[in-house]
T-cell receptor, first 118, second 113 residues
Framework: AQTVTQSQPEMSVQEAETVTLSCTYD???????LFWYKQPPSRQMILVIR??????QNATENRFSVNFQKAAKSFSLKISDSQLGDAAMYFC???????????????FGTGTRLTIIP | KAGVTQTPRYLIKTRGQQVTLSCSPI?????VSWYQQTPGQGLQFLFE???????NKGNFPGRFSGRQFSNSRSEMNVSTLELGDSALYLC????????????FGPGTRLTVL
């Protein structure tokens, strides 16, 4: 079974600075997808970024980028120019890429609570 | 395009009662998944439906059930509620394939007294 580990329960960063959230995962599959979701106090889970394991290039979405190290099974999220609206719980998630129905579930890490200091 | 909607947003029930939660996916999405979020267990997968068929199920007791209608709307039901069922229940929809990204609704907060 796949597992996702987020070893930083809490992180804080000064507004406008850069912060990196860590995530490691364990899988025997070669085809899979990794995600970062953000859950603000409203509790709505919002997709931040997605990475396909077969792509060597790291995904980027505006101020958000990932450092995907497939061999090390590491998937960290970098937030540049942190803004107050970035304050939230961040979850790393894994999803199998095997096309057989039955593998569609997301496996989540325990989350990292990010605080932005004005 | 409207996002995933969930009703009701908040529910208070007592032990032994049953409850039904509803989820309407993004228009065109045919897959609906349900997750339970608690402080102690985190986010756990409940089940996933596609074309009115359950095609994946998490490790939850039989008191938790669900269904999907022909318009892709989904309901989940919890019977004989226990205190430990208090949680945020999240619904997510995706187009159809296992590789499609899941988009989440705002959740239903269930409190069992």
């Amino acid at each position: 079974a796949q597992t996702v580990t987020q070893s930083q329960p809490e992180m804080s960063v000064q507004e406008a600075e850069t912060v990196t959230l860590s995530c490691t995962y364990d899988t025997s599959e070669s085809d899979y997808y990794l995600f970062w979701y953000k859950q603000p106090p409203s509790r709505q889970m919002i997709l931040v970024i997605r990475q396909e394991a077969y792509k060597q290039q790291n995904a980027t979405e505006n101020r958000f980028s990932v450092n995907f190290q497939k061999a090390a099974k590491s998937f960290s999220l970098k937030i540049s120019d942190s803004q107050l609206g970035d304050a939230a719980m961040y979850f790393c998630a894994y999803r199998s890429g095997i096309s057989n129905f039955g593998n569609e579930k997301l496996t989540f890490g325990t989350g990292t609570r990010l605080t932005i200091i004005p | 395009k409207a996002g995933v909607t969930q009703t009701p947003r908040y529910l208070i029930k007592t032990r032994g009662q049953q409850v039904t939660l509803s989820c309407s996916p993004i228009s065109g999405h045919r897959s609906v998944s349900w997750y339970q979020q608690t402080p102690g267990q985190g986010l756990q997968f409940l089940f996933e439906y596609f074309s009115e068929t359950q095609r994946n199920k998490g490790n939850f007791p039989g008191r938790f059930s669900g269904r999907q209608f022909s318009n892709s709307r989904s309901e989940m039901n919890v019977s004989t509620l226990e205190l430990g069922d208090s949680a945020l229940y999240l619904c997510a929809s995706s187009l159809q394939k296992s590789t499609d990204t899941q988009y989440f609704g705002p959740g239903t907060r269930l409190t069992v007294l």
